[in-house]
Nanobody
Framework: QVQLVESGGGLVQPGGSLRLSCAAS????????MGWYRQAPGKQRELVAL???????NYADSVKGRFTISRDNPKNTVYLQMNSLKPEDTAVYYC??????????????WGQGTQVTVSS
């Protein structure tokens, strides 16, 4: 079984910062990529940031320059440093891990989510 557990969410004021953490355990065995998605009420789940095992990173345009994703590969852990938070960043943030099989098939795993609320 593969488990992803997020932590670090909470309530912050606009302009504040949070750091999210997600640790993957189980049979995932060195994920091809790990990252973060988010879903606001009434909205589709969207990519926030993604980091591959090779060190490449991708960010949503809305968070570029404010959020930073990083990985600790030996620990199968991914972090999201969120600075200059805005009310529109309010959402449930979901950890995502992707496993690339030998035939290039990608399997995806999801955490249960952690709430981030940005409000004054």
């Amino acid at each position: 079984q593969v488990q992803l557990v997020e932590s670090g969410g909470g309530l912050v004021q606009p302009g504040g910062s949070l750091r999210l953490s997600c640790a993957a355990s189980g049979s995932i065995a060195s994920p091809y990529a790990m990252g973060w998605y988010r879903q606001a009420p009434g909205k589709q789940r969207e990519l926030v940031a993604l980091a591959t095992g090779s060190g490449n990173t991708n960010y949503a345009d809305s968070v570029k320059g404010r959020f930073t994703i990083s990985r600790d590969n030996p620990k199968n852990t991914v972090y999201l440093q969120m600075n200059s938070l805005k009310p529109e960043d309010t959402a449930v943030y979901y950890c995502n891990a992707q496993r690339r099989l030998a035939d290039a098939t990608i399997l995806q795993y999801w955490g249960q989510g952690t709430q981030v609320t940005v409000s004054s």
